[in-house]
């Protein structure tokens, strides 16, 4: 009986002692979207999160001279790190892939 007391007490201690995060909510929210193909983005969260995007087609050839549309895509996005810093990445999609850059985005060494 002893034993079920000190269990249900350290269940209620280990409850009480928990924090509870807040559901983020979303401040801001914008969509425009264009019959050519081109796009804009964007959003922001009550727990820092905020993201820009835009989006265009550009027409490009292959390596077998055939031409085709790629979206190209630049935005940005940034949150609060588990350190409780800002953190901002950008980024850079088109027919040659996807790059980004940001003080947390490892670095590819150079090559000799």
């Known amino acids: 009986m002893k034993s079920m007391i000190i269990v249900a007490l350290a269940l209620v201690a280990l409850a009480a002692a928990h ?5 983020p909510t979303i401040l801001r929210s914008e ?5 050519s193909g081109s796009y804009e ?19 490009v050839v292959d390596e077998e001279n055939k031409p085709h549309s790629v979206v190209v895509v630049r ?4 949150y609060v790190n588990n350190e409780g810093n800002n953190e901002v990445i950008e980024y850079f999609a088109d027919e040659n892939g996807y790059r980004a850059e940001g003080p947390s985005v490892p670095k590819v060494p150079a090559r000799r």
């Open 31 to 35: 969509t425009n979207q264009d019959p």
């Open 19 to 23: 924090p509870v995060e807040e559901i």
């Open 41 to 59: 983005f964007g959003f922001e969260t009550s727990n820092g999160i905020k993201v820009n995007e835009q989006g265009q087609l550009k027409e």
């Open 75 to 78: 935005g940005t996005y940034s």
